[in-house]
């Protein structure tokens, strides 16, 4: 329902859709309904999310890859990042 007289909708109704809707193309609307996130840009014209605004869903890493990456980390944070050599 619009903002005027019962109901009705006015000029500025349309124009705060307009300005508060988010706009996608067409491959971004769908990428989208698929689970892809928005980063939060708007690169297409006019404000419109186009598919270089989103990035694809994360999956998930295998129990292998999850222990890896775990070592990993703690080898990480545990050893000196850089060493200094006088000679």
């Known amino acids: ?3 005027g007289p019962h109901g009705r909708t006015l ?3 349309v124009i705060k859709y307009f300005h508060t809707t988010l706009r996608s193309s067409s491959l971004a609307g ?4 698929e689970g892809w996130k928005h980063k939060g840009t708007y690169s297409g014209t006019g404000g419109m999310i186009i ?5 694809q869903p994360g999956k998930r890493l295998s129990t292998i890859r999850t222990t890896i ?3 990993m980390h703690s080898s990480l944070i ?4 850089y060493t200094i050599t006088i000679s």
């Open 30 to 33: 769908k990428l989208l309904d």
């Open 78 to 81: 545990e050893t000196a990042q």
């Open 11 to 13: 000029e500025r109704d």
């Open 69 to 71: 990456a775990k070592h």
């Open 1 to 3: 329902a619009g903002s």
């Open 51 to 55: 598919r270089e605004d989103l990035r």
